[in-house]
Each structure stands twice: as C-alpha cells, then as structure tokens.
C-alpha cells in the first residue's frame, strides 16, 4: 500500500513538471510570434517612412534645339566668314550602360537615334538629318554629356545648289526631369516611363562637305539650347545635368 502510494505521488509530480514544461514552451512560442510581428510592423514602418529616389531612362528622350554661331567657308568662289542659325530636333533610346549604380553619377549611359535640322547660313538654306551616338550618365553627367551626329541632306546656299554630308560633335547640359521617380524603401526600382523630354544647353562644331562639281565645305561652331531649360522650375540640379 505505502508503495501504490509512492508511485502515485510519483506519477503527479511527473505531470506537474510535463504541464509546467508545456506552459513554458506555450508562452515561450506566444512572446517570439509577438517579437517578430514587432518587427514586422517597424519594418513595414521604416518602408512608409523612408523615400528612395530613383533615376531610371526613359525608354525614349527627345528634345529640340535653337541653333547659333559662325564659321567659315572653303573652296570654291564661296569662301569667308559665314553666320549659322539652325532648329533641330532628336529622339534617342538606350543602347548600352557601363559601370555600377554606386559609381557618382550613376553608370556610364550610351544612346542612339535619329535627329533631323534645318539651318541657314543668310545667304541660303538646307535641311538634314542622320543618326547620333550619345554618352552621359544615368544620374548626373558630371563630367557633361556629349554625341556625336552624322548624316547629310539637300539645300542651297554657300555650298551650292547640292546634297551635303554632316558631322557635328556636341557637349554640354542635358537635364531629363522625367527620369526623377520615388518609391518606398522596400518597394521594387521603378520601370522606365515610356517617353520623357529632355532639357539643355551645349556647344556644337560642325563640319559639312557639299557633294557638288567642286568641292566645297564648311566649319562652324556655336551653341545650341533647348529653351525651356531657362525658364523656371530653376535648380541647382538642372543646370548641372542631375536627373534628379
């Protein structure tokens, strides 16, 4: 009998000490579910707080340009001092990028596309256009941005009543606000928009052979400016070329 008793007492205190286990492991679990909704929620937190601004390329940037300069005129009965007033226009799309996102100023962009322009040099006129090959950065070209345009066209003026071929090198501003996005800390990068307007001003040298019974061909350097780059919003990052 004392031993039934024993045994008894025996198996009660092995259940007490299996429910005291189980209730320690039950809160145990409750407080760590607790801790990681805590953080969760500071998490979820920190993501509506903090704003990321990205600058992602358009899928497409265009802008245009007023033209204004002087050169000279060679070969031919033609030669002397000339003035140049021109309009143009481009649209270039992205070819290829190089470098990393920590790089200032983003990685190394490289774009392409078509431009088309109409100039006079007062004494007559000529439309052309070609293709282009552009190099900035994706953020901010702070070294500026440059290209390099190709192509030929028709006209008559200084070189004669006959097509012509073009090269022109560019460097300067170029400011697409367009680029400019925000997003949350945990949202993902922003996709590109599919157009965006870029703004600017630079300086251009063009050399332009005519392709008639004699040869004959112009030098000119001047500048050229998409208006609205000085007109307001006025910043900072504007006149630096930061797309952002």
Same mark, same amino acid.
């Given at each position: 009998?004392?031993?039934?008793?024993?045994?008894?007492?025996?198996?009660?205190?092995?259940?007490?000490?299996?429910?005291?286990?189980?209730?320690? @492991? +039950? +809160? %145990?679990?409750?407080?760590?579910?607790?801790?990681?909704?805590?953080?969760?929620?500071?998490?979820?937190?920190?993501?509506?707080?903090?704003? +990321?601004?990205?600058?992602?390329?358009?899928?497409?940037?265009?802008?245009?340009?007023?033209?204004?300069?002087?050169?000279?005129?060679?070969?031919?009965?033609?030669?002397?001092?000339?003035?140049?007033?021109?309009?143009?226009?481009?649209?270039? #799309?992205?070819?290829?990028?190089?470098?990393?996102?920590?790089?200032?100023?983003?990685?190394?962009?490289?774009?392409?596309?078509?431009?088309?322009?109409?100039?006079?040099?007062?004494?007559?006129?000529?439309? $052309?256009? =070609?293709?282009?090959?552009?190099?900035?950065?994706?953020?901010?070209?702070?070294?500026?941005?440059?290209?390099? *345009?190709?192509?030929?066209?028709?006209?008559?003026?200084?070189? %004669?009543?006959?097509?012509?071929?073009?090269?022109?090198?560019?460097? =300067?501003?170029?400011?697409?606000? =367009?680029?400019?996005?925000?997003?949350?800390?945990?949202? !993902? !990068?922003?996709?590109?928009?599919?157009?965006?307007?870029?703004? %600017?001003? *630079?300086?251009?040298?063009?050399?332009?052979?005519?392709?008639?019974?004699?040869? $004959?061909?112009? @030098? #000119?350097?001047?500048? $050229?400016?998409? !208006? #609205?780059?000085?007109?307001?919003?006025?910043?900072?990052?504007?006149?630096? =070329?930061?797309?952002?």
């Amino acid at each position: 009998m004392a031993w039934s008793d024993s045994g008894a007492d025996g198996v009660r205190r092995r259940a007490r000490l299996c429910a005291a286990l189980l209730g320690l @492991l +039950v +809160v %145990g679990r409750a407080r760590a579910a607790g801790a990681q909704e805590g953080g969760a929620s500071r998490a979820r937190g920190a993501c509506i707080r903090l704003a +990321v601004i990205d600058s992602t390329p358009a899928v497409a940037e265009w802008s245009w340009w007023l033209a204004g300069g002087g050169g000279a005129a060679f070969g031919g009965a033609s030669e002397g001092g000339l003035g140049v007033l021109g309009v143009g226009s481009e649209m270039t #799309t992205g070819l290829a990028s190089f470098g990393s996102g920590a790089m200032y100023g983003g990685p190394v962009e490289l774009r392409w596309g078509p431009w088309f322009g109409a100039f006079t040099d007062l004494e007559g006129a000529r439309g $052309e256009g =070609g293709l282009l090959l552009s190099v900035g950065q994706v953020r901010h070209a702070r070294w500026g941005t440059y290209a390099l *345009r190709l192509g030929g066209g028709l006209g008559d003026d200084r070189l %004669g009543l006959a097509p012509h071929l073009a090269m022109t090198l560019t460097g =300067g501003v170029r400011s697409v606000a =367009g680029r400019t996005s925000e997003r949350g800390a945990c949202d !993902p !990068p922003a996709a590109p928009v599919p157009s965006a307007f870029a703004s %600017g001003l *630079r300086l251009f040298g063009t050399a332009r052979a005519g392709l008639g019974d004699e040869p $004959e061909w112009q @030098l #000119t350097f001047g500048i $050229e400016l998409e !208006p #609205t780059f000085l007109l307001p919003p006025h910043s900072l990052s504007k006149w630096i =070329g930061a797309h952002r």
